[in-house]
């Protein structure tokens, strides 16, 4: 029986905010996804923040690692909710991997996001 694969989701804003305001996003991500098909999301441990921090420049806002069934459905549909929240916020950044394959969600238009995730998509298909 093959293994259900693991999406690492490494999420970042550029710009000056602070540690709260990161994790208050990453947790948005997380019900957001939880509200999809997948069988886990959890929040990837990682250094914190001194308390009242300043984030400036590209911040690693934190690492959400999506459990998910073989459906290439359910794999659009976590990579549109990607997208829509990027997209929510300029400053959003998302880089995802999946049985070793990388998409980074940054910086381009809604358009071109989709076109990258469809090619994406369509190589783990056939992969």
Partial sequence: MRERPELLIEL???GETDAGELDEATRQLRRQLLDLDVDTV???AGDEPPSGAKAAGAELLGTLAVGLAHSPALLAAVFETVRAWVGAR???KAHLVIDGAVID???ISAEEQRRLIDAWIDSRRSG
Wanted: no cysteine; aromatic share 0%.
């Fill in 105 to 107: 969600v940054d910086g």
């Fill in 42 to 44: 959890e929040l990837v």
């Fill in 90 to 92: 300029g400053s959003r």
């Fill in 12 to 14: 970042g804003i550029v």
